[in-house]
């Protein structure tokens, strides 16, 4: 175990742990019911890792127990992994897909998820980002039966180059806005237009 500052205070933990051989299952190691097996991180001190993990960034929960963040990333990893399972493609049947802006709109992520179990599959960084999900999904794309998204063209592309025998269910948001650009300010150009002869 590695120097640690506690309360302003160095710790320095020493674990002796015995290694035995054994004829029948070979060369064992001491279990501890407070460590995992070559792991570094106690139970405890893992609990609370995770916890902090649920409510703030990796870099930040680095920056405040100056672990790594690869080794924080795992962690979260199996945290997720554990709480949300395995996702298996063949059960997915609907899609969600969204746009959002991250940092006052300058860059966008891009979000697909199972809308019957409301969880999330994948997050990409751009609308080109959706074709590695596509083809994670694979022969499981003809299981699709609908999705939900946006008025994008290249989220509509990929949709139908993918899974051509979904339905395509476009958010009622967009439709409406599209309606009011296109046929009601068309309309009104129109009537300024007769108004002004």
């Not at 035995?20 to 106690?42: F, I, K, Q």
């Not at 958010?171 to 309309?187: K, M, Q």
Request: hydrophobic share 40%; glycine share 4%; proline share 3%.
């Amino acid at each position: 175990m590695r120097d640690r500052d506690l309360l302003n205070q160095q710790v320095l933990l020493q674990l002796s742990m015995r290694r035995v051989d054994c004829l029948r299952c070979g060369r064992v190691t001491e279990r501890n019911d407070w460590l995992e097996p070559a792991s570094r991180l106690t139970r405890r001190l893992q609990a609370w890792l995770e916890g902090l993990l649920r409510i703030l960034p990796i870099s930040h929960v680095s920056q405040l127990t100056g672990l790594h963040w690869h080794t924080l990333k795992a962690l979260d990893k199996r945290r997720l992994e554990a709480e949300a399972g395995v996702i298996e493609p063949g059960d997915v049947r609907r899609l969600v897909m969204d746009e959002l802006a991250l940092h006052k709109r300058h860059r966008y992520a891009t979000v697909i998820m199972d809308a019957e179990r409301t969880r999330v599959l994948w997050v990409g960084h751009s609308r080109q980002a959706i074709r590695p999900f596509f083809e994670w999904l694979g022969e499981h794309c003809q299981h699709i039966e609908a999705v939900a998204m946006d008025m994008n063209t290249a989220f509509d592309l990929e949709v139908k180059r993918h899974c051509p025998q979904a339905e395509v269910v476009y958010d009622l948001f967009h439709g409406v806005a599209r309606y009011g650009r296109e046929v009601i300010d068309r309309i009104r150009v129109d009537q300024a237009n007769h108004l002004a002869r």
